[in-house]
């Protein structure tokens, strides 16, 4: 790989596993490079057997923050939504206990 002004790059190895099988293609990630500059950069090949192709790729922190996020709120909303829940039930049990002692003293029960 070289840049614009025809330096070499050095290729760094590719912080995400990716692979890919079509039909009889198979391609997989290898190798990876952030630009330093806007330009042309050539990729030279000299392997025969195999095609080389360039793409732009993700970052691992993405990948893994997506995940993450992902899991997340399937695990989170869930979680949230019975803890609100609960504190509904609680809320609502302790004010209906607290009237039905109120109505229960209104009555004036006579004393034995």
């Given at each position: 790989?070289?840049?614009?002004?025809?330096?070499?790059?050095?290729?760094g190895s590719?912080?995400?596993s990716h692979n890919v099988q079509n039909g009889q293609q198979y391609w997989e990630s290898v190798a990876a490079f952030t630009p330093?500059?806007?330009?042309?950069y050539t990729l030279g090949c000299s392997d025969e057997a195999a095609t080389?192709?360039?793409t732009p790729g993700g970052d691992a922190a993405g990948t893994g923050l997506g995940v993450l996020g992902g899991l997340g709120s399937m695990f989170?909303?869930?979680i949230l939504g019975l803890l609100?829940?609960?504190?509904l039930i609680i809320t609502t049990y302790t004010g209906?206990?607290?009237?039905?002692?109120?109505l229960l003293a209104e009555r004036g029960y006579p004393r034995y």
């Open positions: 790989m070289t840049d614009p002004a025809g330096a070499d790059v050095p290729l590719s912080a995400v330093a500059e806007a330009g042309e080389y192709a360039v989170l909303f869930p609100i829940g609960l504190l209906r206990s607290r009237d039905r002692r109120r």
